[in-house]
């Protein structure tokens, strides 16, 4: 079965842009997880989204950002994009999402970089 | 509030030799504990999870992960350590909402030949 795939593999901008990173989720699973990893601050939740809903949303201002779509893909959309977001952003999905003990798989993200 | 702690930023064992990477956390209610792991360049694959019953859980690669309720614990262990084992591991605990996963700061593993 395909993992979950992430694109692009790299992505260069400067302050000031927007940024947008894509994520498909494993077949059949319909919640898809958004998180940051940016060196020094670890790995930090930023979205859920399931059944094409924001469900949950981490300590992130608002420019981040993004929508799932009827395929249960997923976009994640950065604005007004500053220095310290460059990081890793990975994307995860699992087969449910609530509560379920299911594990969150995950893509190879996207390396952002600002310069 | 839930967290997780690995007490343990590097973890050196030769080839061969058994391996425990540490996690405490710290939880209201019963933990869903998982362990991850992150290669090179490569986003985080699933190892192993906890959510109830036996106390030690097995997973992939040989891993397996031992649940102590009374310590808050949730040690990853190896038998017999691989060079190719060598990797940065996470912890993590679902958060209170039942959503977002919290992530230890990870701990690298070099394993030695």
């Known amino acids: 079965e395909a993992g979950v795939t992430q694109s692009p593999t790299h992505l260069i901008k400067t302050r000031g842009q927007q940024a947008t990173l894509r994520c498909s989720p494993i077949?059949?699973?319909?919640?898809v997880y958004w998180y940051q990893q940016a060196l020094g601050l670890g790995l930090q939740f930023l979205l859920w989204?399931?059944?094409?809903?924001?469900?949950n949303r981490g300590n992130f201002p608002p420019r981040f950002s993004g929508r799932q779509f009827p395929n249960y893909s997923s976009e994640l959309n950065v604005n007004a994009l500053e220095l310290e977001d460059s990081a890793l952003y990975l994307c995860a999905s699992s087969l449910f999402g609530q509560h379920s003990n299911q594990p969150q798989h995950f893509g190879d993200g996207t390396r952002l970089s600002i310069l | 509030a839930q967290s997780v702690a690995q007490p343990e930023d590097q973890v050196n064992v030769a080839e061969g030799n058994p391996l425990t990477v540490k996690c405490t956390y710290s939880v209201s209610g019963n933990p869903y504990l998982f362990w991850y792991v992150q290669y090179p360049n490569r986003g985080l694959q699933f190892l192993l999870k906890y959510i109830t019953g036996d106390n030690l859980v097995k997973g992939s690669y040989g891993f397996e992960a031992e649940f102590n309720k009374s310590q808050t614990s949730f040690h990853l262990k190896k038998p017999s350590a691989l060079v190719s084992d060598s990797a940065l591991y996470f912890c993590?605990?679902?958060?209170?909402?039942?959503?977002?996963?919290?992530f230890g700061k990870g701990t690298t593993l070099s394993v030695s030949s």
């Open positions: 989204y399931d059944e094409g809903e924001e469900r």
């Open positions: 993590a605990v679902r958060d209170q909402s039942g959503t977002a996963l919290i």
């Open positions: 077949s059949g699973h319909t919640s």
